[in-house]
DNA sequence: CATCTGAGTTTTTTTCCGCAACTCAGACGT
DNA sequence: ACGTCTGAGTTGCGGAAAAAAACTCAGATG
């Protein structure tokens, strides 16, 4: 996420002095913007806990049904009630009725338009899993295009048009909406 | 993540009969699978908490020190040092002695290259987070290319080479390291 | 020698999770 | 009409994990 090296040990490096006498190794000091107004700090107060994206991807898969979740998840029933009304409210998961001949009206969870835009978080997800923690016999699930049934990666690319590579260089920097933190450290 | 829409009803659709009568509206019975034998829900084992992902968001940032940690993000310090050391013993982190002139050894925490190759997920998520969670002014933070100064965004390609879009339809399917669920559900 | 600092541990309190039991409404068999 | 079944939750409780704050400890510094 930063153009300089992650291998080279602070005191190598050129810094930007900070006002704890530490180097800080980065053209900003990161430190010194809000921890929370960032968006994957905003993105984690909805999906950063342990079940939120394990029921995501579930309804995305089809799995829709409050007693099928928690027999697939091994969710408890309290729990799974709360994440889903708190994804509801979050906007990522919609609640509707259906009704399946002679039964009564059900209802299901279904990802909103948001709640899909969420897939390439599970895809990146998956893919560093698969090449971090697969058992030797290879991956337990394969995402296909379902055009040309050829296997679908997630990756980086500038809007230059560059195909940045495995182990991107990036450069992090605060954007319109940054702030600095409140209270300065002490 | 699914070829099939998400907006048709189950009700609606065709379907694969389960077990319990519920329709499926999936090509294979994704509930029939292990939950846990996925590369989501083993990628969430280690990074699937409140704070991890912001650690690794620091740590990639330049803020690599146990207090700047504590400080910036706002942590307990005794979870801090729990995550450091379960991201440690995960490979996503190492730590690594260095000493300043006139100062003892100290340590810092790195990202390790697994860790650095959780990178996508941590741009797709400010991606999400800078779509539907940013205030008006704009992004808090912007991700470059520093070959080219372009934005850097998250994009799925098929290994056909074609780009997906933003909202791509996906067909997930078992591959060989699936594992069918022991206790079916009764 | 007293003090400061970075980096944790220990202790205590609070919050959250998992489990099991319970409710509730509607359909269904008899 | 009555009991049963099922899906979809809610309630209540014990234990695990997180937050807050105090304490430790080693080495540099005045």
Same mark, same amino acid.
């Given at each position: 996420?930063?153009? +300089? ?5 602070? =005191? ?18 990161? =430190?010194?913007?809000? =921890?929370?107004?960032?968006? $994957? #700090?905003?993105?984690?107060?909805? $999906? ?37 009304? #708190? ?6 998961? +919609? ?7 002679? #039964? ?5 969870? @279904? ?7 969420? $897939?390439? $978080? ?25 055009? &040309?049934? #050829? ?6 690319? &500038? ?18 909406? =940054? ?6 450290? @002490?």
């Amino acid at each position: 996420m930063t153009a +300089t090296s992650d291998d080279v040990p602070i =005191s190598a490096r050129a810094s930007v002095a900070s006002d704890r006498g530490a180097p800080v190794p980065h053209a900003y000091d990161f =430190s010194a913007f809000d =921890s929370e107004t960032c968006s $994957i #700090a905003r993105t984690l107060t909805l $999906i950063g806990d342990r079940w939120s994206l394990l029921i995501l991807r579930d309804l995305s898969n089809g799995v829709r049904r409050f007693d099928d979740l928690v027999a697939h998840l091994g969710i408890a029933r309290n729990v799974l009630s709360r994440r889903l009304c #708190a994804l509801a409210e979050g906007g990522l998961v +919609t609640r509707a009725a259906y009704r399946l001949k002679g #039964a009564r009206e059900r209802h299901e969870y @279904r990802l909103s338009p948001a709640g899909r835009d969420l $897939i390439p $978080i599970l895809l990146a997800m998956m893919a560093w899993g698969d090449r971090y923690l697969s058992a030797p016999d290879g991956p337990p699930a394969v995402a296909r295009h379902p055009d &040309c049934d #050829a296997r679908v990666r997630v990756s980086l690319v &500038c809007e230059a048009g560059h195909q940045l590579g495995d182990r991107p260089r990036l450069r992090v920097e605060p954007g319109p909406g =940054s702030r600095l933190r409140e209270r300065r450290p @002490r």
